[in-house]
């Protein structure tokens, strides 16, 4: 049995508490799924997850076809990490680590997902041609809508910054030396002897 494996990173402006709020209820995710897949959950959840929840939905992954997919909260350790796990599905096998680490900006989150598909070796080629192209799909969607939601980090070499005001953007694009430009703009040099 062939095994792919995909891992994202994203990173958020958030805490650590608030991020882990969020993604341990088993309700926002169909918040964050892309709506061509038609997901919908079925089964009744609480809005905190637990190891040994039980999670039915069904989705419509190829050319409309609904499917039913049943995973399973096998890990949970707050707020660092959860498990889920397919217990029956589209796929041979599936198991998704959700990661979440705190950051002096917010919070890493990393997914690392295993799967493997039915009648392998027969199926290889479909996920080249689909399969992973679609699961990456949804995952750049779900990176956009939490973007959407929550801001983004972003990287400024030396410095790592949140999107947040457009003073503090100027003040790190603006050269300090130039204090006339920071004026017109009301920002005050923050090192005069930099100059």
């Not at 994203?10 to 608030?18: A, F, K, R, S, V």
């Not at 080629?125 to 750049?140: A, D, G, H």
Request: hydrophobic share 40%; net charge positive; glycine share 4%.
């Amino acid at each position: 049995m062939k095994i792919y494996q995909l891992k994202t990173v994203q990173n958020l402006p958030i805490g650590i508490d608030e991020a882990w709020e969020f993604f341990s209820n088993p309700n926002n995710l169909s918040v964050i799924t892309p709506r061509w897949l038609n997901f919908k959950v079925t089964s009744k959840l609480p809005n905190k997850m637990y190891p040994g929840m039980i999670i039915a939905y069904k989705v419509h992954p190829v050319l409309s076809i609904p499917t039913n997919w049943v995973t399973e909260i096998t890990h949970v350790k707050e707020p660092f990490y959860f498990v889920d796990e397919q217990r029956f599905g589209p796929y041979k096998l599936w198991h998704h680590q959700h990661h979440f680490k705190e950051t002096e900006n917010g919070v890493e989150m990393s997914d690392i997902i295993n799967y493997a598909l039915p009648f392998d070796p027969l199926s290889r080629p479909l996920n080249s041609l689909l399969v992973e192209k679609k699961v990456k799909e949804i995952f750049k969607y779900r990176e956009k809508k939490l973007e959407e939601m929550f801001g983004s980090v972003i990287a400024m070499s030396p410095l790592r910054t949140t999107k947040q005001s457009p003073e503090l953007v100027l003040r790190l694009l603006l050269p300090t030396c130039l204090p006339d430009r920071q004026a017109k703009v009301g920002i005050a040099m923050t090192d005069a002897n930099q100059c």
